[in-house]
């Protein structure tokens, strides 16, 4: 990252950026009930000067009066609960640099553990003669796909979503990080994918919209305002009606010993399971994700 614009302290009366770090922090904690990613308070505030200087600073440095105005307005915005990655429009994902724009769900870290799971499995695949095939259900901006399409050169990934404004992110991700290997489609589950792919699929993932319906308006404003609603929910009451339908129409998909890979909240691990389970899969796993917040799910497909 570039330099910021920046003087040392001491001449203007402007604050270093130390003071403004330790006022914004303060002012973000008393936030906190607008904000799923609590704490680290200090380091939310040193993204958003990073930004407002337009690149790395000291702490002794004395920021100018209008960065300095620029980083209240971006504190304020964040105190009331808007996303950095919205405010900066961009997030890192597994090493990528992806573009993230307000009406697409913003990847969280965690789900990187999806991906690297899904590109362990594929690059055992990718030693063969033939390029193995992944398919990303639900892909949002396209995190999985391009993490699997990045580490995975030999993969062919296709990531489907049903929110236009998704897709659209997802693309244009693809062509900044030149992942030619990544593909993405628009539509509901399987319906837009091409027909050649039936029965050559290697691998699924999904980590799918699985809030329950009545819990939407118990969720901080940081998650109900600021993402679609479609990315949170499908509307079930048990969260597990959208996974359902990929599980089901899977076997139609996958290989013979292809993977089902799915991101799912802890608490809903055990439900999960017992839908993959329902649709056919064998060989199932829970794996525990970062931080114990999350599982990936990990079966096998259903016997033909
Ligand atoms: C929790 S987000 C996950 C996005 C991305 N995979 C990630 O991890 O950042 C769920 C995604 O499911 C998509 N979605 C909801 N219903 C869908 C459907 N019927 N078919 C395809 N995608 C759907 C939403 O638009 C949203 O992008």
């Given at each position: 990252m ?9 001449s203007?009366g402007s604050k270093?950026?130390?003071a403004l770090?330790?006022?914004a922090?303060?002012t ?15 380091d ?7 930004y ?14 209008a960065a300095?105005?620029?980083f209240a307005?971006?504190?304020e915005?964040?105190?009331?609960g808007?996303?950095i990655?919205q405010?900066?429009?961009y997030?890192?994902f ?8 307000k009406g697409a769900?913003v ?12 590109a362990?499995r ?5 030693r063969g003669?033939?390029?193995p ?6 892909t949002g901006?396209g995190?999985?796909?391009?993490a699997?399409?990045s580490r995975?050169p030999?993969a062919?990934?296709?990531?489907v ?7 659209k ?10 992942l030619?290997?990544?593909?993405f489609?628009?539509g ?5 994918l ?10 699924i993932?999904?980590h ?12 901080p404003?940081e998650?109900r305002e600021?993402e679609p ?10 969260g597990?009606?959208?996974l ?9 998909w ?9 991101e799912?909240g802890s ?11 329902r ?7 829970s ?11 990990v079966?096998r497909?259903p016997r033909?």
């Amino acid at each position: 990252m570039k330099t910021a614009e920046r003087t040392k302290h001491g001449s203007n009366g402007s604050k270093t950026a130390d003071a403004l770090l330790r006022d914004a922090a303060h002012t973000l904690s008393r936030s906190a009930d607008n904000l799923s990613w609590k704490g680290a308070w200090r380091d939310q505030a040193s993204e958003l000067l990073t930004y407002a200087l337009g690149g790395e600073f000291e702490p002794d440095d004395a920021v100018p009066a209008a960065a300095a105005r620029r980083f209240a307005k971006l504190v304020e915005r964040r105190a009331d609960g808007e996303p950095i990655p919205q405010i900066t429009g961009y997030v890192e994902f597994d090493d990528l640099r992806l573009r993230v724009r307000k009406g697409a769900f913003v990847p969280r870290w965690t789900t990187e553990f999806l991906a690297q799971e899904a590109a362990r499995r594929l690059r055992a695949r990718a030693r063969g003669s033939r390029a193995p095939v992944h398919v990303d259900l639900a892909t949002g901006i396209g995190p999985v796909a391009l993490a699997v399409a990045s580490r995975v050169p030999r993969a062919q990934t296709h990531g489907v979503d049903v929110a236009a404004a998704a897709v659209k992110l997802a693309t244009e991700n693809a062509r900044e990080l030149r992942l030619r290997n990544a593909h993405f489609h628009r539509g509901d589950l399987y319906k837009p994918l091409p027909a050649k792919l039936r029965g050559k699929v290697d691998l699924i993932t999904i980590h799918p919209p699985y809030i329950a319906t009545q819990d939407i308006e118990d969720l901080p404003a940081e998650i109900r305002e600021f993402e679609p609603i479609v990315s949170l929910t499908d509307k079930s009451r048990d969260g597990l009606w959208l996974l359902q339908r990929a599980a089901e129409g899977a076997s139609e998909w996958l290989r013979p010993d292809g993977w089902f890979l799915v991101e799912i909240g802890s608490y809903l691990a055990r439900g999960a399971r017992g839908t993959v389970a329902r649709a056919g899969f064998r060989d199932m796993k829970s794996l525990v994700g970062p931080l114990r917040l999350n599982r990936v799910i990990v079966a096998r497909a259903p016997r033909g």
